[in-house]
């Protein structure tokens, strides 16, 4: 009977043991207290972003033309100085007056002051609508100021005093001015004041590329280079 009770304990005692061993993780294991292995790939899928809606043209702000605005006079203006050191200041001047009757209109009003190499005209272009690449209209004239300042080897033009002057409405009424302010400012008819200072930008710039143009010196051309 106490064999029996002997063997009965120790049966036992060693399955307690087991299960306690079977507990505890062998600290040799892999992976025992160890950072996870780098090169297992997570296999949850990303969150792709969201596309952004596309906005409808016609819902955003329109956006106006932006204008150069002298400081000093509030007024919009136009101006550059152009270095050309090949030229004399007597040859710019007689260019700029060659320039101008050849470029405005021929009512245009002169104050030229030749001691201070200044020369300002009172002149005015055509004013066209640009229906598109090849077509446009009349719309009246731009009239403007531009002055002319010039010294030994440059000099520098400034246009200001922009007025577009309509054409006589269909009922036979007098034609109006109106100040490119009063466009650029205008809080009613925003798409139709910008396109018409839009269409006078274009015109110009063209008009400031003549100027360039014409102001340079010839290329002479040495007989015995070639």
Not at 20 to 27: G, I, P, R, T
Request: one cysteine or more; proline letters at 4%.
């Amino acid at each position: 009977m106490k064999k029996i009770v002997k063997l009965t304990c120790a049966i036992a005692l060693s399955l307690l043991w087991n299960i306690s061993s079977a507990q505890v993780q062998d600290e040799t294991t892999p992976g025992f207290d160890a950072a996870p292995d780098s090169t297992l790939v997570d296999t949850t899928a990303a969150a792709e972003p969201v596309p952004a809606a596309p906005v409808d043209p016609l819902l955003r702000p329109y956006e106006r033309i932006v204008l150069s605005i002298d400081s000093a006079t509030n007024l919009i203006t136009y101006y550059g100085v152009v270095e050309q050191e090949e030229s004399g200041s007597d040859s710019l001047y007689l260019r700029a007056k060659n320039w101008a009757v050849k470029n405005l209109n021929k009512d245009l009003k002169i104050e030229s002051d030749k001691r201070n190499q200044k020369i300002t005209y009172v002149g005015s272009i055509p004013a066209y609508a640009y229906l598109n690449k090849y077509s446009k209209r009349s719309i009246g004239r731009f009239e403007f100021k531009i002055t002319f300042l010039i010294k030994e080897g440059r000099y520098k033009y400034t246009i200001t005093n922009l007025v577009h002057e309509t054409l006589p409405n269909a009922e036979g009424g007098k034609n109006s001015r109106n100040y490119f302010e009063y466009y650029y400012t205008s809080t009613t008819k925003v798409r139709e004041y910008d396109s018409i200072l839009r269409n006078a930008d274009l015109d110009i710039q063209k008009l400031i590329e003549s100027i360039k143009a014409s102001m340079r010196e010839p290329i002479l051309v040495d007989e015995d280079d070639w």
